[in-house]
């Protein structure tokens, strides 16, 4: 069977794929082979994104945009601003990318990253909240959101909750040499 046969009978496993990583389907129709072809684009993205490659990463998610349209394409986007030291072009990313889809999660934590980052942690506060509702199982975000809880007096024991579950769902030792730093109250 040929590689192109495969993907037509799972055209329908490639949407569903699709739309669980936060792809979204808008007026125009994308082939099966288009929307597989987008998701490659986006992983390699990341992985660019992840090696400092920012010029390469930022083609790869505006192929993959062009491609098929989708809220992670424009959060990559976004990704490559805020790596680039952009944050009003992050921020500008982040929200386009939460009205193509209200649902994507993964802005909002971009969102609660970027603000934390700028010292307005009223506005992080909100948008890790948000993130965590349909988030939970994410471990980096409520290690986040901790150091965030940590750094304002009032709410250590919060912070030392939220360290103890990200250590629960994966143990890592960013996550470790905070919650130790907040046992020794250096914050």
Not at 71 to 96: K, L, N, P, S, T
């Amino acid at each position: 069977m040929s590689y192109l046969k495969v993907i037509e009978s799972m055209g329908l496993v490639f949407l569903l794929v699709a739309i669980a990583t936060g792809c979204s389907v808008h007026e125009r129709q994308v082939s099966p082979e288009q929307q597989f072809r987008a998701i490659e684009l986006m992983d390699q993205g990341v992985m660019q994104l992840r090696s400092g490659e920012l010029d390469a990463a930022r083609a790869s998610f505006q192929l993959s945009f062009d491609i098929a349209p989708s809220a992670a394409a424009i959060d990559g986007q976004g990704a490559v601003c805020f790596q680039q030291g952009d944050f009003v072009c992050a921020e500008q990313r982040f929200f386009e990318s939460l009205e193509s889809d209200p649902e994507y999660s993964q802005a909002l934590y971009n969102l609660a990253t970027l603000y934390h980052l700028l010292g307005e942690h009223s506005l992080a506060d909100k948008y890790y909240e948000r993130a965590l509702e349909s988030m939970p199982d994410d471990a980096r975000l409520r290690n986040n959101f901790a150091v965030l809880l940590a750094e304002d007096k009032g709410f250590r024991s919060m912070a030392k909750d939220y360290f103890e579950e990200a250590r629960q769902l994966v143990p890592h030792p960013i996550i470790e040499d905070n919650a130790s730093k907040l046992e020794k109250l250096k914050w």
